[in-house]
């Protein structure tokens, strides 16, 4: 039977076709070879693109800037300083775009990859688009308190900046209608308020009157008297100011005369409670371990739980005032306790729920000076400036540093605020009681505080990608 292939395609040279369909077949490899080159550098291109699209939108997105010029103008400097940086060798088309109402920053780059053995087949280039869209830092969930010093050295021009400043705080945490912020002013006590009294968690006696006997002596035939006045150093919370002391003597005092009369004394609550036992005054376990309250005794401004109501904490805010002596362990205790969910405060989240939504927990804890009020003794106890039969101030010391471990170790972040602090030693205690270093800050006067508030706020900021 004769050949098939003879039969229809005649007698060939089997080798010169294979020549020819081997050189196809290598022209289609190579081809798809190259192919392979080309698009794997178009793939660097664009990943290289997109690296630097992001890091473009979020320097413009975490800068202060918020006009369109100035964001616009970031992104394409960063783009243009960074191009050889992220191995890019051409880009076409740059395209910036800041939206105010949204806060995000759109960067947008287009380029071309020139081919080399896909020219082969009429396909001399290749395009690039990589879009990233960056939006300027919001504050997350978050529970915030602001634990205050407002003691007598923080009056005059240093409350005023301290209104300010928190209630710029106040303004920026609140924009997230998932977040919440507490004030807990602190001076010689912390005030819970009165309507707390009855609280389990408190041990506060019953109001009470009681009349007593009230006398004042008079001279009324004193001659020739003159009062002196004699400069000296008075003190308001452990800082120092200038005063005068008076004198007044006579040449005769003549006959006393005293004089007395009835009166009926009140003794009432006002808010302000003290320390706990001393083996619980670095913790806020043991609920059944009360706070002690005290009658007739005034102290800071009552505390404001937890709260999400912009009027209600900025009004809290404008109502600071500065009076009493420093026992810094009560503003980390009560600072402490309302970020927690369990008793005496009840309004925080628990941590694993804030954390299910992005959320945290914060401190804000600000003073001037250093401690200078101490427990009396180891019982549920009052303030005093010195106790020479039970602690010094080392022990108040001592007992700041212990609270702020326990509260970093409860998965709240700390940031402290040094303000006019001097002292090396409160530098340090209260460097050492932020979160990290550079969560402590420093103000020298009322602009910086201001500044310093922003700065935090800055820092809980979340500038991020949404695209």
């Known amino acids: 039977m004769r050949n098939l292939k003879q039969m229809f395609f005649g007698k060939s040279n089997d080798s010169g076709n294979t020549a020819i369909i081997f050189g196809l077949c290598l022209t289609g490899i190579c081809v798809a070879a190259g192919a392979a080159v080309d698009y794997n550098r178009l793939l660097q291109q664009r990943t290289a693109a997109y690296a630097l699209a992001d890091a473009a939108a979020l320097a413009a997105a975490s800068s202060s800037e918020t006009t ?6 970031l992104a394409s400097n960063f783009v243009s300083k960074n191009k050889d ?19 995000r920053m759109t960067v947008k780059l287009d380029g071309t990859v020139p ?9 001399g280039t290749m395009t690039y688009e990589a879009t990233s ?4 830092g919001a504050v997350p969930p978050i529970e915030l308190v602001m634990a205050l010093d407002t003691t007598g050295s923080m009056s005059g021009s240093k409350i005023t900046a301290l209104k300010t400043a928190a209630d710029n705080m106040v303004t920026a945490i609140l924009k997230n209608p998932q977040a919440k912020v507490g004030i807990v002013p602190f001076s010689n006590y912390v005030n819970i308020g009165v309507s707390r009294r009855n609280e389990p968690s408190f041990d506060v006696p019953a109001d009470y009157t009681q009349d007593a006997q009230s006398c004042s002596t008079t001279y009324p035939d004193a001659k020739n008297c003159k009062t002196v006045k004699t400069p000296t150093t008075c003190y308001n919370d452990g800082v120092p100011y200038a005063c005068t002391s008076s004198t007044t003597t006579c040449d005769s005092w003549g006959n006393p005369v005293k004089t007395c009369k009835t009166v009926t004394n009140s003794y009432t609550f006002r808010g302000c409670v003290g320390s706990r036992k001393e083996a619980y005054r670095n913790v806020i376990s043991q609920p059944s371990e009360r706070y002690p309250g005290f009658l007739n005794v005034n102290c800071a401004a009552e505390i ?37 969910p369990a008793a005496p405060l009840t309004s925080a989240k628990p941590t ?15 003073t001037d000076g250093a401690n200078t009020l101490v427990p009396n003794n180891k019982n549920a106890s009052t303030h005093v ?16 540093a212990q609270l702020c471990e326990n509260i970093k170790k409860d998965n709240i972040t700390v940031y402290t605020i040094q303000f006019d602090v001097v002292d090396s030693s ?7 009681c932020a979160s990290e270093p550079v969560k402590s800050y420093q103000a020298a006067n009322a602009s910086e505080l201001v500044s310093v508030f922003d700065n935090i706020v800055a820092d809980l900021s979340q500038v991020r990608l949404v695209k």
């Open 85 to 103: 940086l992220y191995g890019l060798i051409s880009v076409e088309k740059e395209s910036y775009v800041f939206d105010g109402t949204t806060a």
């Open 133 to 136: 869209v960056a939006e300027k």
């Open 115 to 123: 081919t080399s053995l896909m020219a082969i087949t009429g396909i």
């Open 304 to 340: 404001l739980d937890l709260t999400d109501n912009v009027t209600t904490a900025k009004a809290k805010v404008k109502a600071l005032t500065a009076t009493g002596e420093t026992y810094l362990p009560g503003g980390l205790t009560w600072g402490w306790n309302m970020l927690n």
């Open 352 to 366: 694993a729920e804030l954390s299910k939504v992005g959320g945290m927990k914060a401190l804000v804890f600000m």
């Open 426 to 432: 409160l530098k340090k205690l209260l460097t050492d």
């Open 68 to 73: 369109q010029k100035g964001m616009q103008a």
């Open 385 to 400: 400036s010195s106790s020479s039969t039970y602690k010094s101030i080392d022990y108040s010391n001592t007992l700041t």
